[in-house]
């Protein structure tokens, strides 16, 4: 699941922001960067903030928490597996977050 994760975030990341093209944000939703250890957590914070913006302060909140939980994937300094194994996890989990967020 090495460059999966990364394809599958790409993809979640690029339908929450509308996008149907690789590369949204100059380039930053865009699975070959998101293999690159450390952006993760930018890509994440990126496709939420629409929702942070537009959201209450339960949603906000959860939001926070979120990223809270995943900022680690900024760095630079983490093995790639074990980035990959976190980029993983905050995949799942911002499914499970997009999920309450549109409910």
Same mark, same amino acid.
Do not use: W
């Given at each position: 699941?090495?460059?999966?994760?990364?394809?599958?975030?790409?993809?979640?990341?690029?339908?929450?922001?509308?996008?149907?093209? $690789?590369? #949204?944000?100059?380039?930053?939703?865009?699975?070959?960067?998101?293999? $690159?250890?450390?952006?993760?957590?930018?890509? !994440?914070?990126?496709?939420? #903030?629409?929702?942070?913006?537009?959201?209450?302060?339960?949603? $906000?909140?959860?939001?926070?928490?979120?990223?809270?939980?995943?900022?680690?994937?900024?760095?630079?300094?983490?093995?790639?597996?074990?980035?990959?194994?976190?980029?993983?996890? #905050?995949?799942?989990?911002?499914?499970?977050? !997009?999920?309450? !967020?549109?409910?």
């Amino acid at each position: 699941m090495v460059r999966e994760n990364a394809l599958f975030l790409e993809n979640t990341c690029r339908r929450t922001l509308n996008y149907e093209d $690789r590369g #949204a944000l100059n380039g930053l939703v865009d699975a070959d960067q998101l293999n $690159r250890v450390g952006t993760g957590y930018y890509v !994440l914070a990126a496709a939420l #903030a629409p929702y942070f913006k537009e959201g209450n302060s339960r949603d $906000r909140e959860l939001i926070n928490n979120f990223l809270d939980e995943f900022y680690s994937l900024s760095d630079s300094e983490l093995t790639y597996g074990d980035y990959n194994e976190l980029l993983g996890r #905050a995949h799942g989990n911002l499914r499970e977050l !997009l999920n309450t !967020l549109t409910a």
